[in-house]
C-alpha cells in the first residue's frame, strides 16, 4: 500500500509488465470477469440490436487486455485503442499480426457469445479485429489525448474504460479527470461500460508497483453522473463475485449506461 501521493506522471509505466499482467490475469477466464462480460454484453447487445448501424469505438486505457474491444467488435468499423504503457503497446501490437489475438483470448469471445446478438455474427472475429483494431499511444492526462478525443469526439459512438482512472494515481482529483476524459470523448448517447477496482491499495505487473485511488461506488457514481445521469441510463453496481484476483481490494465496480445528450456547458473539462 503507498503511503505517499503518487501522480499519474510519476508512476512508473516503462517497466509495467504485460506478459506476467496477461498471465496473471486473462491467461484464463476468472469469475470476475465472466461476471463483467455478462452485464456487458447485454448492455451491448440490447442497444445495438435497437440501433444496428456500424459504429467507431474507443477503449481508453486500453493496457492488455482485449474483452473490452471484443465487446465492441461486432458493431464497429473502427476501434481505437489508446494505451500509455511502452510494454502495453506493444502486446497490443502484437494482437493485430497475421495470426490476430492470442488463443486465450477465445474464451472470452465465447463468454460474450452467451449474448444472442453477439451469437448471430458471422464473420471471424480474429479477421475482423485485424481489420477494424488500431492501437495509438497517448496518455489519458496529456493534452495530446484530449485533442484526440475532442478531435473525434462526434464520432466514438461506444466505449469502454477498464481499471484505468482509479489505477493510475492516488489522487482523487486525477481519477475525476480520467473519467471525465473518457466520457467527454463519446457522442451524446453513445452506449458506454467502465470497470473499477474498489479500495484498491494498488497493485504489481511484474516487480513493478502501481499506484491507486481508494474510490467506492459513491466516487464512481458521482464522477459519472455529470455525463449520464441527466439521460436517466447510468447504472453503477459492485460485482457479486466473492472470489478476489488479487489482494489490497474490496471488490470491483461495474459503470455503464448511455452518453448526455445535453450542453457540454455545465460538466467538468477533462
Given at each position: 500500500m503507498l503511503d505517499e501521493v503518487v501522480l499519474n506522471e510519476q508512476a512508473p509505466w516503462s517497466e509495467f509488465d504485460s506478459d506476467a499482467y496477461v498471465a496473471g490475469n486473462y491467461h484464463?477466464?476468472?469469475?470476475?470477469?465472466?461476471?463483467?462480460?455478462?452485464?456487458?454484453?447485454?448492455?451491448?447487445?440490447?442497444?445495438?440490436?435497437?440501433?444496428?448501424?456500424?459504429?467507431?469505438?474507443?477503449?481508453?486505457?486500453?493496457?492488455?487486455?482485449?474483452?473490452?474491444?471484443?465487446?465492441?467488435?461486432?458493431?464497429?468499423?473502427?476501434?481505437?485503442?489508446?494505451?500509455?504503457?511502452?510494454?502495453?503497446?506493444?502486446?497490443?501490437?502484437?494482437?493485430?499480426?497475421?495470426?490476430?489475438?492470442?488463443?486465450?483470448?477465445?474464451?472470452?469471445?465465447?463468454?460474450?457469445?452467451?449474448?444472442?446478438?453477439?451469437?448471430?455474427?458471422?464473420?471471424?472475429?480474429?479477421?475482423?479485429?485485424?481489420?477494424?483494431?488500431?492501437?495509438?499511444?497517448?496518455?489519458?492526462?496529456?493534452?495530446?489525448?484530449?485533442?484526440?478525443?475532442?478531435?473525434?469526439?462526434?464520432?466514438?459512438?461506444?466505449?469502454?474504460?477498464?481499471?484505468?482512472?482509479?489505477?493510475?494515481?492516488?489522487?482523487?482529483?486525477?481519477?475525476?479527470?480520467?473519467?471525465?476524459?473518457?466520457?467527454?470523448?463519446?457522442?451524446p448517447g453513445a452506449p458506454f461500460f467502465a470497470a473499477f477496482m474498489e479500495h484498491s491499495e494498488g497493485y504489481h505487473a511484474g516487480d513493478a508497483f502501481f499506484p491507486a485511488c481508494d474510490v467506492g461506488e459513491s466516487e464512481v457514481l458521482e464522477s459519472l453522473e455529470p455525463f449520464a445521469g441527466k439521460s436517466g441510463t447510468l447504472h453503477v453496481r459492485r460485482l457479486r463475485t466473492p472470489v478476489k484476483v488479487r489482494a489490497g481490494y474490496s471488490g470491483m465496480i461495474v459503470a455503464y449506461g448511455r452518453r448526455n445528450s445535453d450542453s457540454d456547458d455545465d460538466i467538468p473539462e477533462c
Open positions: 484464463e477466464l476468472q469469475a470476475a470477469d465472466a461476471e463483467i462480460i455478462s452485464i456487458m454484453r447485454d448492455h451491448f447487445g440490447g442497444y445495438f440490436a435497437e440501433h444496428p448501424d456500424p459504429v467507431i469505438g474507443v477503449d481508453v486505457g486500453a493496457g492488455a487486455n482485449l474483452y473490452p474491444a471484443l465487446a465492441m467488435l461486432p458493431w464497429c468499423k473502427e476501434i481505437t485503442l489508446f494505451e500509455h504503457a511502452p510494454r502495453n503497446l506493444a502486446y497490443l501490437t502484437r494482437q493485430l499480426e497475421p495470426e490476430s489475438y492470442d488463443k486465450n483470448w477465445d474464451q472470452f469471445w465465447e463468454a460474450l457469445r452467451e449474448n444472442r446478438e453477439y451469437a448471430e455474427f458471422k464473420g471471424d472475429p480474429r479477421e475482423r479485429f485485424r481489420e477494424v483494431v488500431r492501437v495509438a499511444p497517448a496518455n489519458i492526462l496529456a493534452s495530446d489525448l484530449g485533442e484526440q478525443l475532442r478531435e473525434k469526439r462526434e464520432a466514438w459512438s461506444v466505449g469502454t474504460m477498464f481499471f484505468v482512472a482509479e489505477s493510475m494515481t492516488t489522487e482523487e482529483e486525477e481519477f475525476r479527470r480520467g473519467v471525465a476524459c473518457f466520457m467527454r470523448a463519446l457522442a
